[in-house]
Each structure stands twice: as C-alpha cells, then as structure tokens.
C-alpha cells in the first residue's frame, strides 16, 4: 500500500506540454517527409515515430490520474491523493476514479451550488470516459439500476417545483438556471453513453428495473439515440417488455402518467408529449442487433406489428424497426443476422397470416419481406408449404436455389418457411398499401425474367423447358396479383379493374438481368424492394409501358408474355414475332417497350404456332388458374 500525492496544477501543465510536444515533433517530422526527396524510416516507424507514439500512449496515464486527483479534491486547494496496492498502475487508478465518480453521484445535493459545479466535472468526466472499456461498468455496477434513475429524477429536480430552486435566489438566476439545463444536458449525454457502453456487463434485470421508472428510461434513451448508439439486447429485450406489460396496450397511460409539466423538460429536450415506446422504438433501429431483440422477442413483435392500439402512429416507426430486423438484414454478412432475419420473417407471416392483421405502418415492410424471399414465396404458393415457422439454408440439404442461380447470385442464404393460406391473407392484408405491391410486384418479375432466361438457355437440352417455365411465371404471377386485390370484392368488374392497377406494380428493370452470365438476381430484388420502403413508393422508376400500353383486363398475364418472348428473342429462339431494337441494336426489354410495339408482339404472337403457341396458351391457362372467379352481380 502507498500514498500516491498529486500537485494538480504541475500534473495539468505536464499534460500540456505533452499535448504540445508530441503535435510540435509530428508537425516537424511530416514537414521534413514531405520535403526529403528519400524515404526515410526513422522518420515513419522508425526511432521518432516511435517516441511520439509512446508519448501520445502515455496522455490516458496522465489524464485518469489527472480528473481522480480533480475529484478528490473537495478543498479546492489543488493537492489530492490516493492509495494504490500494485504500483499506481492504470487499471488501479480507473478503479479509483470510477469508485469516486460513483460516490459523488451518490451524494450530489440538487439544491446546492457548490454540486451544481462539482456535477459539472462529473459531467464531463462521464463524457470523456463514456466509451472507456472499464469505467462505464465500474460506474454502473456501483450505482446499480436503483441508483441510475435516482441520479436521473436528482437532476430534474434541479429545476422542478420539488427543489429548493436556489437558482432564483442567486445573484444571476438566469444565468444558474442557464447552467442549471446545461448540467442536465451534459449529465443525460454521459449517463445514457455510460449505460449504452456497460450493457453489454448487465443482465435483463437491469433493463427491467431502469425501465419501472418510464421516466428516467425515456430520457435515457433520447440520448442513446441521438447519439446514434444501442443498448445490448438482453438489457434493451427486458427494457420493451416491461414497457409493453405497463403499458397494457393503452398507449394514453403516459400521458396520464407524466401530465406534470415538471416531467416535460430535461436539458435541451423537450418531453411534453412523453412517450416510453416511442423512445424505445427510435433507439430500436440503430443496430440490427436491437431490432431483432425487439422483433426477436414474439411477444414485443406481435404486439408493435398487430396487436398495440396505434392511437399515437408509432406503427410506422415499428414498421422501420422491422425493416432493420428482416428485410436489411437478410443480405447481411454475419450469418447469425441473416439466419435471424430468417427466423422472425417467418414467426411474423405465420402470426399476421393467421388471425392477425398487420397495422398500417408494418404493411409495407410486410411486402418487403415477401419480396425478399421470393424464393420461398415460390416454393410454396401452389400449395407445397411448411407446417410451421422456421428457417432453412438455401444451396444446402438438398435445397439448390434453381434457374441457373448458385451462391454467387446474391439471393439470401438462409430461406424461411411459410405455407400457400400465410402467405394469400398476408397478401390481401397489405393490398391496399402502394409499397407493399411494389415490392411484391417486382421481385416476382425480376424472378420470373430468370426463370424464363434459364428456359429459354436449355430449351435446345429440354424441349418442355419452356412450357414448364411459362406455366410456373404464369401461375406465380396470378397468385400474387389475385392476392393483393381485395378480397372483399365480389364482383368481377370491380376485380378486373383491380388487378389491373395491382398489375403496374410489376413493372422491373429487366434490362438489367444478364444473361451471359449467372445474374446476381438478389442485388436487383434488394434494391428495388428497397426503394419501395424507404421512398413508400411515390410513383413507378420505369416507364410503366406494359400497364398503359394496352387495355387487356389480364395486364399481368400479357407481362409473363413480354418476358418470355423477350427471353426467346435474347436466346436466338425463333418467337414468330418482330421485337423492336434500340437505337444501339439492341432489344427492347419488355419494361422499355411502347404501346404500340407492346400490341404489335401479342397481336402476332397470338397467331404463331409451336413453342411460341404452346407458350401463348399455357401462360393464359395458367393465369386462369389461379384467378379466383368472381360473380358478377
């Protein structure tokens, strides 16, 4: 054991003048590289390169020694000390400033001038050391939750009716009072780093006791969000549903809960609409690891997307929660983001195909997961689906992904499970919302282009390629479009009309498919499924030339057309058909076509015979197939 004694003002004027040394010897050491013709090593990692790093490593020995010495000396008189048992190592003296720091939050007195300027160190010492990878759990572990909002509901105080309010006794009271929101201010920014930096030490506990006082855990996480950082995901999972079980789906409780105006303000923010959930859900798309914990957790996902009374349109926020947790992270690199993506995509079409129904601000994301597992969509719309939630790995297991795509194709690894009567409901759920057809629509032509391409390449190998191709095209197609028309509809007039509004949902840059090589099919889905999101579909990115190029009540059925004659004509199979060219003699992708020349190939398809015939018809009877017949009343 020994006595560590610290003259603050020498220590303070030492870390200067290192600052100061170190900047001077860098700034004269890049000077004369930049003007020595040679390259010289000692003056990159050489000898002087190497004393300036270990001057700049030494800065935190001196500045943690420096703010405990600040801390401990409560007399103002510039002299601290300490113990140390190890030889005044680094670790030893974090320790020391942490214990420190913790007391003095203990015992800050919110009615004294003096803590108001002790705080102010405090404040900045939690700000400086928020991302320190020991002091943020020291501090927190010592406070304990309990101690966390206690600190939180000291600081309102100091401006509330429930202090003393000596500020307005001062000499200068709004100058305090100025100090005394700027306090708050600093001191939310460095407890909400603190606590997002220490939770990944804590348990769910932790997370359930800051959230028993909404208060405290709303202004917390207002600074975690705009700072742009998280909450580890057991802590944030425990957090979401003791909110979600105090909140009892009436989303008017806080509200009733925080109408005294003192709960309204805190540093800069303004709370006068305070909302638990809605700074719950703001921080939950940070990081995908937050959102999935969020939608991860089935209770908290069936309650953000279906079951919550959306009195304050927080739907549209979960909605983006959602969009993090799934649609983002289904192209992910880190397989357990992918393969978890999977998994809630899948929990969720089962839960909102069943009895639920999903809110209108989850609608569109709804879509969005639909497009991004067009794969699966396909494999199962027929009828061949799975019996319950999971997920699988596509290129595994006996699971190729099919039409020529591998694994360099882009789609996501992992599949999900979903079943023919899920997917229907779910569909005619989110009819009614532009993006969520968008999305759908595209992904099912940008898919059906690539099967018909893989035909028409082995039609010479297999001379029912083709035909089997068209059917399925066909058949998918007339699924989805039926899908997302209402269902309500009982009248085959209104339906026709209907479908062929959904129609212009499926309009894709086709152009950009190769077929020289494998195409990286996943990019273009994922792209366009999420413009639809993130713009909410404004209006279609192509010409939307096959829905206003003819008045044919099947638009979809005469899209599947266009693409397979297009996949003929690019793979120099004779379709009986002229197709126009550009100007750089290339051909026409069906998105860039005319009216006219739209008209043109299926008036004269219609007439041609053989593998275009046989095309022609089985796109038709497909489609017929799995159109539902309406009465026309």
């Given at each position: 054991?020994?006595?560590i004694?610290?003259d603050?003002?020498?220590?303070?004027?030492?870390?200067?003048?290192?600052?100061t040394?170190?900047?001077?010897v860098?700034?004269?050491?890049?000077?004369?590289?930049?003007?020595?013709?040679?390259?010289?090593?000692?003056?990159?990692?050489?000898?002087?390169?190497?004393?300036?790093?270990?001057?700049?490593e030494?800065?935190?020995?001196?500045?943690?020694?420096?703010?405990?010495?600040?801390?401990?000396?409560?007399?103002?008189?510039?002299?601290?000390?300490y113990?140390?048992?190890?030889g005044?190592?680094?670790?030893?003296?974090?320790?020391?400033?942490?214990?420190?720091?913790?007391k003095?939050?203990?015992?800050?007195?919110?009615?004294?001038?003096?803590?108001?300027?002790?705080?102010?160190?405090?404040a900045?010492?939690?700000n400086?050391?928020?991302?320190?990878?020991?002091?943020?759990?020291?501090?927190?572990?010592?406070l304990?939750?309990?101690?966390?909002?206690?600190?939180?509901?000291k600081?309102?105080?100091?401006?509330?009716?429930?202090?003393?309010?000596?500020?307005?006794?001062?000499?200068?009271?709004g100058?305090?009072?100025?100090?005394?929101?700027?306090?708050?201010?600093?001191?939310?920014?460095?407890?909400?780093?603190?606590?997002?930096?220490a939770?990944?030490?804590?348990?769910?506990?932790?997370?359930?006791k800051?959230?028993?006082?909404?208060w405290s855990?709303?202004?917390?996480?207002?600074?975690?969000?705009?700072?742009?950082?998280?909450?580890?995901?057991?802590?944030?999972?425990?957090?979401?549903?003791?909110?979600?079980?105090?909140?009892?789906n009436?989303?008017?409780?806080?509200?009733?809960i925080f109408?005294?105006?003192?709960?309204?303000?805190?540093?800069n923010?303004?709370?006068?609409?305070?909302?638990p959930?809605?700074e719950?859900?703001?921080?939950?798309?940070?990081?995908?690891?937050?959102?999935?914990?969020?939608?991860?957790?089935k209770?908290?996902?069936?309650?953000?997307?279906?079951?919550?009374q959306?009195?304050?349109?927080?739907?549209?926020?979960?909605?983006?929660?959602l969009?993090?947790a799934?649609?983002?992270?289904?192209?992910?690199?880190?397989y357990?983001?992918?393969?978890?993506?999977?998994?809630?995509s899948?929990?969720?079409?089962?839960?909102?195909?069943?009895?639920?129904?999903?809110?209108?601000?989850?609608k569109?994301?709804?879509g969005?997961?639909i497009?991004?597992?067009?794969m699966?969509?396909d494999?199962?719309?027929?009828?061949?689906?799975?019996?319950?939630?999971?997920?699988?790995?596509?290129?595994?297991?006996?699971?190729?992904?099919?039409?020529?795509?591998?694994?360099?194709?882009?789609?996501?690894?992992?599949?999900?499970?979903?079943?023919?009567?899920h997917?229907?409901?779910?569909?005619?759920d989110v009819?009614?919302?532009?993006?969520?057809?968008?999305?759908?629509?595209?992904?099912?032509t940008?898919?059906?282009?690539?099967?018909?391409?893989?035909?028409?390449?082995?039609?010479?190998?297999?001379?029912?390629?083709?035909h089997?191709?068209?059917?399925?095209?066909?058949?998918?197609?007339?699924?989805m479009?039926?899908?997302?028309?209402?269902?309500?509809?009982?009248?085959?007039r209104?339906?026709?009309?209907?479908?062929?509004?959904?129609?212009?949902?499926?309009t894709?840059p086709?152009?950009?498919?190769?077929?020289?090589?494998?195409?990286?099919?996943?990019?273009?889905?994922?792209?366009?499924?999420?413009?639809?999101?993130?713009?909410?579909?404004?209006?279609?990115?192509?010409?939307?030339?096959?829905?206003?190029?003819n008045?044919d009540?099947?638009?979809?059925?005469?899209?599947?057309?266009?693409?397979?004659?297009?996949?003929?004509?690019?793979?120099?199979?004779?379709?009986?058909?002229?197709?126009?060219?550009?100007?750089?003699?290339?051909?026409?992708?069906?998105?860039?076509?005319?009216?006219?020349?739209?008209?043109?190939?299926?008036?004269?398809?219609?007439?041609?015979?053989?593998?275009?015939?046989?095309?022609?018809?089985t796109?038709?009877?497909?489609?017929?197939?799995?159109?539902?017949?309406y009465?026309?009343?």
């Amino acid at each position: 054991m020994a006595d560590i004694k610290i003259d603050i003002n020498k220590l303070d004027s030492a870390l200067k003048k290192l600052d100061t040394l170190v900047s001077t010897v860098d700034g004269q050491r890049n000077s004369a590289k930049s003007n020595t013709p040679i390259a010289l090593p000692s003056l990159d990692d050489g000898t002087l390169g190497k004393t300036t790093k270990w001057l700049t490593e030494q800065k935190p020995e001196l500045q943690t020694r420096l703010d405990l010495a600040r801390l401990l000396d409560v007399d103002g008189d510039g002299q601290a000390s300490y113990k140390v048992e190890y030889g005044d190592q680094l670790w030893e003296v974090k320790r020391g400033l942490s214990d420190e720091m913790t007391k003095q939050l203990k015992d800050l007195d919110v009615n004294s001038v003096d803590d108001r300027k002790r705080a102010a160190l405090l404040a900045s010492l939690l700000n400086r050391y928020q991302n320190d990878p020991d002091i943020p759990w020291q501090v927190m572990n010592g406070l304990g939750p309990e101690g966390v909002t206690e600190v939180m509901n000291k600081l309102r105080n100091m401006t509330g009716q429930y202090g003393s309010q000596y500020w307005q006794n001062s000499d200068n009271p709004g100058d305090e009072h100025t100090a005394l929101i700027d306090l708050q201010e600093q001191m939310g920014k460095g407890l909400a780093g603190m606590f997002s930096s220490a939770s990944v030490y804590m348990d769910g506990e932790w997370g359930k006791k800051i959230a028993e006082d909404p208060w405290s855990a709303s202004v917390l996480m207002r600074y975690v969000d705009k700072a742009h950082k998280d909450i580890d995901p057991m802590v944030f999972e425990a957090m979401g549903t003791e909110l979600k079980d105090r909140e009892h789906n009436d989303p008017m409780i806080w509200s009733q809960i925080f109408n005294d105006p003192d709960y309204w303000n805190f540093g800069n923010e303004h709370f006068s609409n305070l909302n638990p959930m809605r700074e719950y859900l703001n921080v939950a798309d940070n990081s995908t690891r937050d959102a999935q914990a969020v939608m991860g957790n089935k209770d908290l996902m069936h309650y953000f997307t279906s079951e919550r009374q959306d009195y304050d349109d927080l739907s549209d926020q979960a909605g983006k929660v959602l969009k993090v947790a799934t649609v983002d992270a289904a192209y992910s690199d880190n397989y357990q983001y992918s393969m978890k993506a999977a998994e809630i995509s899948s929990n969720l079409l089962y839960d909102l195909g069943g009895d639920s129904k999903p809110l209108d601000g989850v609608k569109e994301e709804v879509g969005g997961i639909i497009g991004t597992y067009i794969m699966d969509a396909d494999r199962v719309f027929d009828g061949h689906g799975d019996s319950g939630p999971g997920y699988h790995l596509w290129g595994k297991d006996g699971s190729p992904y099919g039409y020529g795509l591998g694994d360099e194709s882009g789609m996501p690894r992992y599949g999900i499970n979903m079943d023919a009567s899920h997917l229907r409901n779910l569909l005619e759920d989110v009819g009614d919302n532009d993006a969520a057809k968008s999305a759908v629509g595209k992904a099912t032509t940008l898919l059906n282009q690539i099967r018909l391409d893989d035909a028409a390449g082995h039609q010479g190998q297999d001379s029912g390629a083709l035909h089997k191709a068209s059917h399925e095209a066909s058949s998918l197609t007339g699924f989805m479009t039926d899908a997302l028309v209402n269902g309500n509809i009982d009248n085959e007039r209104e339906a026709a009309e209907e479908r062929k509004k959904v129609a212009e949902f499926f309009t894709a840059p086709i152009d950009l498919i190769p077929t020289d090589k494998v195409p990286v099919l996943g990019d273009l889905i994922k792209g366009e499924v999420t413009d639809a999101l993130v713009e909410g579909y404004t209006a279609d990115k192509t010409d939307d030339a096959i829905s206003s190029g003819n008045n044919d009540q099947q638009t979809s059925t005469n899209q599947v057309k266009l693409q397979a004659l297009y996949s003929m004509e690019k793979h120099d199979l004779d379709n009986g058909v002229d197709w126009p060219k550009d100007d750089y003699g290339h051909y026409k992708a069906p998105d860039k076509l005319s009216g006219d020349e739209i008209r043109s190939i299926l008036e004269k398809s219609d007439t041609v015979t053989g593998t275009t015939g046989d095309v022609v018809d089985t796109i038709d009877g497909a489609w017929t197939e799995n159109i539902k017949q309406y009465g026309d009343n």
